[in-house]
């Protein structure tokens, strides 16, 4: 009996063993999207990112993200015209500017899943939290999301152009990302 014991719970660890590995979620660019909303006196704008580097690993049975890595760069930040993406990387210091997002966890709010990360903007990091939903079609995952951020948190100055023209400094990061895991 004294050796039946720790033989089940060797059974018991392998066999959950395979679920407790993390899958790699290939997301597809051409799919997905990561976009900044900004709001500007008059009007309003979105600014979508043209290319990233991004990395997921997660719980594929549980929908839920072990490892999240986002980095960037302002340049490939695309508004639609290119004097204002001109004048964003001027206003974050000229330059190459880059950004990253780091994910550290997850939890339930109520009905709603939550997610916390590290964002780096302008060299200045900051914890943010942010809903999120992740649904499974056959090995296709989708993850939305909207997490609400103040550039001026991360050290940039108020966007006026002619004292009359500004962007608020509340915007909206929303991603919609479609990946196969693998």
């Known amino acids: 009996m004294k050796t039946l014991l720790p033989a089940a719970l ?3 660890i392998l066999a959950a063993a395979p679920t407790l590995r993390a899958e790699t979620l290939k997301v597809d660019q051409q799919r997905s999207r990561i976009q900044v909303d900004a709001q500007a006196t008059g009007h309003k704008f979105t600014g979508t990112l043209a290319d990233y580097d991004l990395s997921v690993q997660g ?10 890595k986002l980095t960037w760069k302002f340049a490939d930040l695309k508004t639609g015209e290119e004097k204002r993406d001109a004048e ?9 500017p880059v950004g990253s997002f780091e994910f550290i966890k997850t939890w339930k709010d ?20 942010f809903p999120y939903s992740a649904t499974k079609d ?13 550039y001026q948190d991360f050290g ?8 009359v023209m500004k962007v608020e400094p509340a915007l909206a990061v929303r991603f919609h990302l479609v990946g196969k895991t693998e």
């Not at 964003?88 to 190459?96: D, E, F, R, S």
């Not at 940039?156 to 004292?163: E, G, K, T, V």
């Open 10 to 12: 060797g059974v018991a």
């Open 59 to 68: 719980d594929a049975l549980k929908l839920q993200p072990m490892a999240v």
């Open 88 to 96: 964003m990387i001027k206003w974050l210091g000229g330059g190459g």
């Open 110 to 129: 109520g009905s709603k899943d939550m997610a916390q990360g590290k964002i780096i903007i302008h060299g200045m990091s900051k914890t943010i939290a």
């Open 138 to 150: 056959g090995n296709w995952v989708t993850i939305d999301g909207t997490a609400a951020l103040n």
């Open 156 to 163: 940039l100055p108020l966007i006026r152009n002619m004292a």
